[in-house]
């Protein structure tokens, strides 16, 4: 097993650790691996740990030493059929020598890219950990060799597979892009861009978590939220109790407490930092430039304070008054001061030393008398006497106007100590007995202080787990709040958890997109997966239709809403087993083990491969990894090849999921037409088509109001994609329009294409006619007797004028 993280995922890290139970656990060296223990006391042997503890250095975790290593395996299982895809990569050797890798050609990418059917290579962290497990077995399969004379029967990798954590649903990176479940957009304030932020230089874009992330009010509020969006759960007893939560704050006798939470918890911080700094020693923080308020002991206090409020409205018990902060920490000199600032009661020196200090005004002005009464009258001079901390008593005298003490004692009684800007401050004895009997008082307090506040601190940490528990509680309590407030706010509805493989959405809407639009228009879903002979409906629609379809196909014109509806059913799914509750009228949900899509190409220079390439790395990946549990999504596949060749591989992939004993849910969308007209995917119980309604008026002069959007689901199939129309809608010239037009109804009829492209209108026919014309006559000329050039330009003047005429 491999542990590439760092202290922030220490409770995902045990987690995994718990489900994969492993015998040996790889980390970087630039990992803290304190925090992968189970608990701080095993820190530093192996002895009370149930897996070896192997710190491997940085680079065996590196990308491309990993993409390397995969692409040294050969894991092809015997019944793949396999070719070899070469790549130029060292250059042309000669071209006498014609095998591909005599050319400086490799098979590196192409094995890389048969890998990637397998696999998400485009997590650096998940490959790079894996280079991590290839380079441990590499050296124990060398170690074993010398040990057992050369036998290297062990260690052999024979297949390489991606899991998710039990009780989590499967969401790869391409789910996440094409659902828009988070969306990371750069920063635009400059001050959080730039290497060597602690905090990322990106910020949540317009996407399904941004929306309920505005809700939460904790950092570990929002930290914890975002995990739950990361991994959906499919168990469904803690999704119920997700639901259940939700429901009880949603009821309207709960307003108020709802709303007392929520203003409490805006006062509550993390406090695993705050734990670590006061560890560390650290208790101020920056309290000289923001205030006090930033301190460990503010953020102790308000989170006991606000935590007894979030306890009453909870109605449960916490021992947060315990600590008895209020009781030894002054609030008010705190703040003033900028300090940690000790109550008065607590410790009798230090109360004796704070009564000196507060009075020593009275006794500097009785000393700054007695010294005034021995400057010569003559002299009208203020004299003051000042205390400086570390400098300790001093008197201090103003300046003359050539920048000299206007008086600086008598004989040598008087010693300068340094000069301002306007005054000049000296010792004499009364000084240095003031020094000596009183001491640097004000620093004398603030040892003691910190004395006190070190004792304070380590009663603290008595109670450290307490806290930390008891913070990551409110930051789960902040996340299900969010949840139950982005419900009551986007008007969504609590769904039916059902144990049946099904889908049924009323009035299911898309969450992001509606609030994109003026208006939305709810459509309705139902899909059931897994065997037909073990079917089990569980609502009335079921029961009319005992199985129901595990396959949609849509069809319909460009901008008709496939797409969204496409993404809106699988969003509805993915929100039910986050939590949450769903947009929709209504909904019965069976638990999805895996949402897979192919949708958006990510297309890049750094791949080595086309777009329709892409489109097959992502269709490979799905099937590899569908179940009879499993939510697919394919959006228009087979578009960016040769027509015949995408109809054949689309209408294959669908063969292939409708034939599976236990089918997956499909959601399929295609232009494809031909599939159907040509009778190439025969109707069956299993296979419901549908499209997405639009209303076309011929007598409409302008384009773009000769079709209207409905955006209405409805069953059956769509004939016509409208192209030619969307194409004159986003400012296609409508001379091409009109020609694509022609073109179209010839194919339709069944008429030569090339033939019609071959044939010229009437104005390139006259054309035509007047350029044969020219050069007949051109032809026709005699010019043995024309031997001046005046004479051949006034024939060719003669030539053109007859022609225009």
């Given at each position: 097993?491999?542990?590439?993280?760092?202290?922030e995922?220490?409770t995902?890290n045990?987690l995994?650790?718990e489900q994969?139970k492993?015998?040996?656990?790889?980390?970087?060296a630039?990992?803290d691996?304190?925090n992968?223990t189970q608990s701080?006391e095993?820190?530093?042997?192996?002895?009370y740990l149930p897996?070896?503890?192997?710190?491997?250095?940085s680079?065996?975790?590196?990308?491309?030493n990993a993409t390397?290593?995969?692409?040294a395996?050969?894991?092809?299982?015997a019944?793949e059929?396999r070719?070899?895809?070469?790549?130029p990569?060292?250059?042309?050797i000669?071209?006498?020598?014609m095998?591909?890798e005599s050319?400086?050609?490799?098979l590196?990418?192409g094995?890389?890219?048969?890998?990637?059917?397998s696999i998400?290579?485009?997590n650096?962290v998940?490959?790079?950990?894996?280079?991590?497990v290839?380079?441990?077995?590499?050296?124990?399969?060398?170690t074993?060799?010398i040990?057992?004379?050369g036998s290297?029967g062990?260690?052999?990798?024979r297949s390489?597979?991606?899991?998710s954590l039990k009780g989590?649903?499967?969401?790869?990176?391409?789910?996440l892009?094409?659902?828009q479940?988070?969306?990371?957009?750069?920063?635009?304030?400059?001050?959080?861009?730039?290497p060597?932020?602690?905090s990322p230089?990106?910020?949540?874009?317009l996407?399904?978590?941004?929306l309920?992330?505005?809700?939460?009010?904790?950092p570990?509020?929002?930290?914890r939220?975002?995990q739950?969006?990361?991994?959906?759960?499919?168990?469904?007893?803690?999704?119920c109790?997700r639901?259940?939560?939700i429901?009880?704050?949603?009821?309207q006798d709960?307003?108020n407490?709802?709303?007392?939470i929520v203003?409490s918890?805006?006062?509550?911080?993390n406090l695993r930092?705050v734990m670590v700094n006061l560890r560390k020693?650290?208790?101020?923080?920056s309290?000289?430039i923001?205030?006090?308020?930033t301190?460990?002991w503010?953020t102790l206090?308000?989170f006991?304070?606000y935590g007894?409020?979030i306890?009453?409205?909870?109605k449960e018990?916490?021992?947060?008054?315990?600590?008895s902060?209020?009781?030894q920490?002054?609030?008010?000199c705190?703040e003033d001061q900028?300090r940690t600032?000790?109550?008065?009661?607590?410790d009798?020196?230090?109360?004796?030393?704070?009564?000196?200090y507060d009075g020593?005004n009275?006794?500097?002005k009785e000393?700054a008398?007695?010294i005034?009464?021995?400057i010569?009258e003559?002299?009208?001079?203020?004299v003051?006497v000042i205390y400086?901390?570390?400098?300790?008593?001093?008197i201090?005298?103003?300046?003359?106007?050539?920048?000299?003490?206007a008086?600086?004692g008598?004989?040598?009684?008087w010693e300068?100590?340094?000069v301002?800007?306007n005054?000049?401050?000296?010792?004499?004895?009364?000084?240095?007995?003031?020094?000596q009997?009183?001491?640097?008082?004000y620093?004398?307090?603030?040892?003691?202080?910190i004395?006190?506040?070190?004792?304070?601190?380590q009663?603290v940490?008595?109670?450290e787990?307490?806290l930390?528990q008891a913070?990551d509680?409110?930051?789960?309590?902040?996340?299900?709040l969010?949840?139950?407030?982005a419900?009551s706010?986007?008007?969504?509805?609590r769904?039916?958890?059902v144990?049946?493989?099904?889908?049924?959405?009323?009035?299911g809407?898309?969450?992001?997109?509606e609030?994109?639009v003026?208006?939305?228009v709810?459509?309705?879903?139902?899909?059931?997966?897994g065997?037909?002979?073990t079917?089990?409906?569980a609502s009335q629609e079921a029961?009319?239709?005992?199985h129901g379809p595990?396959m949609?196909?849509l069809?319909?014109?460009?901008?008709?809403g496939?797409s969204?509806?496409?993404k809106q059913v699988?969003?509805?799914i993915y929100?039910?087993q986050v939590?949450?509750?769903?947009?929709a009228?209504?909904?019965e949900?069976?638990?999805?083990?895996k949402i897979?899509?192919r949708?958006?190409?990510?297309?890049?220079v750094?791949?080595?491969?086309s777009t329709f390439?892409?489109?097959?790395?992502?269709?490979s990946f799905d099937?590899?990894?569908v179940t009879?549990?499993s939510l697919l999504l394919?959006?228009e596949?087979?578009?960016?090849?040769n027509?015949?060749d995408g109809?054949?591989?689309?209408c294959g992939i669908?063969?292939h999921?409708?034939?599976?004993e236990?089918?997956?849910?499909?959601?399929?969308a295609t232009?494809?037409?031909?599939?159907?007209?040509n009778?190439?995917l025969q109707p069956?119980p299993r296979?419901?088509?549908?499209h997405?309604?639009?209303?076309?008026?011929?007598?409409?002069?302008?384009?773009?109001?000769?079709?209207?959007y409905?955006?209405?689901?409805?069953p059956?199939r769509?004939n016509?994609s409208?192209?030619t129309?969307?194409?004159a809608?986003?400012?296609?010239s409508?001379t091409?329009?009109?020609r694509?037009?022609e073109?179209?109804a010839?194919?339709?009829?069944?008429e030569n294409?090339?033939?019609?492209?071959?044939?010229l209108?009437?104005?390139?026919t006259?054309?035509l006619?007047?350029a044969?014309v020219?050069?007949r006559?051109f032809?026709?000329?005699?010019?043995?007797?024309t031997?001046d050039?005046d004479?051949l330009?006034?024939?060719?003047?003669?030539?053109?004028a007859?022609?225009e005429e």
């Amino acid at each position: 097993m491999i542990f590439p993280f760092g202290p922030e995922e220490t409770t995902d890290n045990r987690l995994v650790i718990e489900q994969t139970k492993p015998t040996v656990l790889l980390t970087s060296a630039r990992v803290d691996y304190l925090n992968t223990t189970q608990s701080s006391e095993n820190v530093g042997t192996h002895l009370y740990l149930p897996y070896q503890l192997d710190i491997r250095p940085s680079q065996e975790f590196s990308h491309s030493n990993a993409t390397a290593k995969l692409a040294a395996l050969e894991v092809a299982s015997a019944h793949e059929q396999r070719m070899k895809f070469f790549v130029p990569h060292n250059g042309l050797i000669g071209p006498e020598q014609m095998e591909a890798e005599s050319l400086g050609f490799t098979l590196q990418e192409g094995r890389l890219l048969h890998m990637a059917s397998s696999i998400d290579m485009e997590n650096t962290v998940t490959i790079g950990c894996a280079g991590a497990v290839l380079a441990y077995l590499q050296r124990r399969r060398t170690t074993d060799s010398i040990t057992t004379l050369g036998s290297t029967g062990s260690y052999q990798v024979r297949s390489v597979e991606m899991f998710s954590l039990k009780g989590t649903m499967f969401i790869n990176r391409s789910t996440l892009l094409a659902l828009q479940i988070m969306e990371s957009e750069s920063h635009p304030s400059m001050l959080n861009q730039g290497p060597g932020r602690k905090s990322p230089a990106s910020k949540e874009g317009l996407s399904i978590y941004g929306l309920f992330r505005r809700f939460a009010h904790t950092p570990q509020g929002r930290n914890r939220l975002r995990q739950l969006f990361l991994r959906p759960s499919v168990e469904m007893n803690v999704i119920c109790e997700r639901h259940d939560f939700i429901s009880v704050y949603l009821r309207q006798d709960n307003y108020n407490a709802l709303n007392k939470i929520v203003k409490s918890l805006k006062h509550i911080k993390n406090l695993r930092p705050v734990m670590v700094n006061l560890r560390k020693g650290i208790s101020t923080g920056s309290a000289k430039i923001t205030g006090f308020k930033t301190t460990v002991w503010a953020t102790l206090l308000a989170f006991a304070f606000y935590g007894i409020d979030i306890h009453d409205a909870l109605k449960e018990t916490f021992g947060a008054d315990a600590l008895s902060l209020r009781t030894q920490v002054d609030i008010d000199c705190s703040e003033d001061q900028g300090r940690t600032v000790v109550k008065p009661g607590l410790d009798r020196g230090l109360d004796r030393m704070k009564d000196t200090y507060d009075g020593l005004n009275d006794l500097l002005k009785e000393v700054a008398t007695e010294i005034a009464a021995t400057i010569p009258e003559s002299l009208d001079i203020d004299v003051n006497v000042i205390y400086f901390p570390q400098l300790g008593f001093n008197i201090a005298v103003p300046l003359n106007d050539r920048g000299d003490a206007a008086y600086s004692g008598i004989a040598d009684d008087w010693e300068l100590i340094f000069v301002t800007e306007n005054r000049a401050y000296f010792k004499d004895f009364r000084m240095r007995e003031m020094d000596q009997s009183l001491g640097d008082i004000y620093g004398l307090i603030c040892e003691k202080e910190i004395e006190i506040v070190y004792d304070l601190a380590q009663k603290v940490l008595q109670y450290e787990d307490v806290l930390v528990q008891a913070s990551d509680m409110c930051g789960q309590l902040d996340s299900l709040l969010a949840m139950a407030q982005a419900a009551s706010f986007y008007n969504m509805v609590r769904p039916r958890m059902v144990e049946e493989n099904m889908i049924r959405i009323k009035g299911g809407r898309h969450i992001l997109q509606e609030l994109t639009v003026p208006s939305y228009v709810p459509n309705d879903t139902f899909l059931v997966g897994g065997s037909w002979e073990t079917g089990s409906p569980a609502s009335q629609e079921a029961l009319e239709n005992p199985h129901g379809p595990s396959m949609l196909i849509l069809t319909g014109p460009n901008y008709s809403g496939k797409s969204v509806y496409m993404k809106q059913v699988a969003l509805n799914i993915y929100l039910a087993q986050v939590g949450s509750f769903v947009p929709a009228e209504k909904a019965e949900i069976g638990v999805t083990d895996k949402i897979l899509v192919r949708m958006n190409s990510q297309e890049s220079v750094s791949k080595i491969q086309s777009t329709f390439m892409n489109d097959l790395q992502q269709i490979s990946f799905d099937l590899k990894q569908v179940t009879e549990r499993s939510l697919l999504l394919i959006d228009e596949f087979g578009k960016g090849t040769n027509e015949s060749d995408g109809i054949g591989l689309a209408c294959g992939i669908l063969e292939h999921l409708l034939n599976l004993e236990d089918a997956p849910k499909v959601i399929a969308a295609t232009h494809f037409h031909e599939i159907f007209e040509n009778g190439f995917l025969q109707p069956r119980p299993r296979l419901q088509l549908g499209h997405m309604e639009v209303r076309i008026s011929g007598e409409a002069r302008h384009v773009e109001d000769q079709i209207t959007y409905l955006y209405n689901f409805r069953p059956g199939r769509s004939n016509k994609s409208f192209g030619t129309i969307c194409a004159a809608m986003n400012g296609i010239s409508q001379t091409i329009v009109d020609r694509a037009n022609e073109l179209a109804a010839l194919s339709a009829r069944g008429e030569n294409l090339i033939a019609a492209c071959a044939t010229l209108s009437a104005e390139e026919t006259e054309t035509l006619a007047e350029a044969d014309v020219l050069a007949r006559r051109f032809l026709g000329w005699d010019l043995s007797n024309t031997r001046d050039a005046d004479g051949l330009r006034d024939m060719l003047v003669s030539l053109f004028a007859i022609t225009e005429e």
